[in-house]
């Protein structure tokens, strides 16, 4: 899977991962690929531990804001 561009991708933190453990991180920062069919679902699509998106309920997850350089090392990192 191609690197999330640096415009698109926002982040989300976990807050829960009741019956997904395997696949997502408590207090982990994830990288959210936008999909706007899967908003009106309720879900998101995150990149998970396996390194590919999927979705996920979107109250497993809180948004959060993060400086430009933060941004860029986050994606440097995923």
């Known amino acids: 899977m191609p690197k999330p561009k640096l415009t698109t991708s926002r982040f989300l933190i976990c807050v829960e991962n009741k019956g997904y453990a395997a696949s997502l991180e408590k207090r982990k920062i994830y990288v959210a690929i936008p999909d706007a069919g899967a908003l009106k679902h309720g879900q998101v699509r995150v990149v ?5 998106d999927y979705l996920y309920p979107k109250s497993l997850f809180l948004p959060i804001t993060v400086s430009a350089s933060l ?3 986050i994606l440097k990192a995923a």
């Open 48 to 52: 998970d531990e396996s390194g590919e």
């Open 71 to 73: 941004r860029k090392a």
